[in-house]
């Protein structure tokens, strides 16, 4: 087995690497258009209020595969985008709706106190929003955002239907030429775990130094 | 105090749904005055105060501050105004909030560089001349939670002054304090109040309301019952709502004696 590991390893690691940049730009994607969700939910226009609600409760209904799909094969069409290109879209699009949440619930989290001792000393909302409670719901969206991250990294393996050979299609394939399923998909598994284990261990490090930087 | 009225208050009314927090509620607070507001809680005293930066609408009557007609109704008034307004009326609360992920400097210089585009150095030097007056300029760089309810109050009040405010308005500013820890808050209010800044403090330090304000309002059940010089009000109150509600407050242990004396009595005569 361990011949084997070896031998497909270097293919894992072109893998990791579309699976790394698939990563990447869904969680930018996720995490702009969560933020713009998460605002539209808090905002006092109706509209805007119904659009993010409905856009939420409809898009974390449906599989990530089923959207995947969808924006392969129909939009993908229309638009002539890239597999790369749709499933940053499709996750992206789906993990906004898990950010977004986690927002405004962290938004909502920090005492009215703030909003109003900020209020009182003339900061716009803006201004509010950005030197008062998002530096203090960072705490709050740390925690969470780190596990969605998890699954955002577990759901990138999902974009080996659609042909992009991010590390799940390499074991796939290599598993297609040894005829070994078990331990190809085990060394992927063993990679995915490593992948995820260095990330979290690097955010946790980053939550401490902010931590420590403001007592 | 001078004869200019810098805060106008006509009729007021504010309720919360259909509950009345305060009704047809009149004062005037002039340049320089020191208007201490106290009652029992629920009269409508810290809805009131924070009507006049616009924190809370209202819902009859006007209001009219420094110059500015604010209009019944939840519509917020013009940016422009609304800004002149929290640009010149400073605010302390109860609960002193402070921004807990800034040092106190920069809980300080925030508003200053944000809202009046203030240079930071010339913020960063105002700022500890303010923490110098409140007597807190060598704990500049720490965090709130590492002082004292004092201390958070006496930055808090820096951090209202560093606007450069003409009104401050207190609420219950020492209300969550230990009481060892009252007098130095105090202290920096009486200071203000010496330096010429209008005032309006809600409190329940009847002592210093005697001494520091040159008017005490009292609000009880959802009205003004009583106004007037301090000293006259807080020691010849006219109306009975208003000597229950100072004996009670002055002689805590005396007031309940006595009332269960007169409950007793009136046990024994059935």
Redesign the interface.
């Known amino acids: 087995m361990l011949q084997q590991w070896v031998q497909y390893f270097p293919d894992m690691m072109k893998g990791v690497l579309i699976t790394l940049k698939l990563t990447g730009s869904s969680l930018v994607v996720a995490l702009v258009f969560g933020f713009i969700l998460a605002l539209m939910r808090l905002s006092t226009s109706k509209t805007l209020n119904l659009i993010g609600t409905w856009y939420i409760e409809i898009v974390r209904a449906v599989p990530v595969l089923v959207i995947i799909f969808l924006a392969y094969y129909s939009l993908g069409n229309i638009l002539t985008l890239s597999g790369f290109t749709a499933a940053v879209v499709s996750l992206g699009a789906f993990y906004a709706t898990q950010y977004g949440e986690i927002f405004r619930g962290a938004i909502l989290g920090v005492?009215k106190?703030?909003t109003?001792?900020?209020?009182?000393?003339?900061?716009?909302s803006r201004?509010i929003m950005r030197?008062?409670i998002l530096?203090?719901a960072f705490f709050t969206i740390l925690p969470p955002a780190t596990n969605q991250l998890s699954n955002l990294i577990k759901d990138t393996s999902l974009v080996f239907t659609i042909g992009i050979s991010d590390l799940m299609f390499q074991a796939y394939s290599a598993a297609s030429n040894n005829f070994l399923p078990l331990d190809m998909l085990l060394e992927a598994g063993v990679i995915y775990f490593v992948f995820y284990l260095v990330l979290s261990k690097l955010l946790a490090r980053w939550e401490l130094n902010v931590q420590r930087s403001?007592? | 105090m001078s004869n200019e009225v810098v805060v106008s208050i006509r009729n007021l009314t504010k309720r919360f749904g259909k509950t009345v927090v305060f009704e047809d509620v009149s004062l005037d607070v002039h340049r320089s005055e020191v208007v201490a507001i106290v009652g029992p809680s629920g009269a409508g005293k810290s809805t009131l105060i924070r009507c006049v930066?616009r924190?809370h609408p209202f819902d009859e009557g006007s209001l009219q501050v420094l110059n500015h007609q604010l209009n019944k109704g939840s519509q917020f008034p013009s940016?422009q105004v609304l800004?002149d307004i929290?640009?010149r009326?400073?605010?302390v609360?109860q609960?002193f909030?402070?921004?807990?992920?800034l040092s106190v400097l920069e809980n300080v210089i925030?508003?200053p560089i944000?809202?009046k585009k203030v240079p930071r150095k010339q913020a960063i030097q105002q700022a500890m001349e303010l923490l110098d007056m409140v007597g807190l300029s060598e704990h500049a760089n720490k965090?709130p939670?590492?002082m004292s309810g004092g201390q958070q109050q006496r930055v808090?009040i820096a951090?209202?002054l560093a606007?450069e405010p003409e009104i401050m308005l207190f609420d219950e500013p020492t209300s969550m304090l230990d009481p060892e820890l009252v007098g130095e808050v105090l202290d920096a209010i009486q200071r203000l109040a010496k330096d010429g800044m209008t005032l309006m403090l809600v409190t329940h330090e009847m002592q210093f309301a005697k001494e520091v304000a040159d008017t005490v309002v009292i609000m009880a059940d959802h009205r003004i019952i009583e106004k007037g010089p301090s000293r006259e009000v807080l020691e010849n109150p006219r109306t009975g709502r208003a000597q229950a509600f100072l004996k009670r407050v002055l002689n805590p242990v005396h007031a309940t004696e006595l009332e269960r004396e007169v409950a007793v009595g009136h046990g024994g005569g059935r």
């Open positions: 005492d106190g703030q109003e001792a900020a209020s009182a000393l003339g900061m716009p201004t030197k008062v530096p203090q403001r007592s | 930066n924190l940016k800004n929290r640009t009326v400073g605010m609360f609960t909030n402070l921004f807990p992920h925030l508003a944000e809202v965090y939670k590492r808090a951090r209202a606007m």
